[in-house]
């Protein structure tokens, strides 16, 4: 049997990439977190319209 290793080193595009990555999803977590729930519908449901599947 092989075992293979691997190692990754965090470069400063990296940590840029992570950061990046965790403001936005926080910034949805928020936005959707306070919104209310009927602009929620109606943007789900606008989506689906968009996307061509039907919903009712």
């Known amino acids: ?30 936005v959707s977190g306070m919104a209310q729930a009927t602009v929620l519908h109606d943007a789900a449901h606008d989506q689906r319209h968009a996307m061509a599947f039907p919903c009712h």
């Open 1 to 30: 049997m092989t075992t293979k290793t691997a190692t990754f080193a965090v470069t400063g595009s990296n940590t840029l990439a992570f950061a990046f990555t965790l403001i936005v999803g926080l910034g949805l977590l928020t």
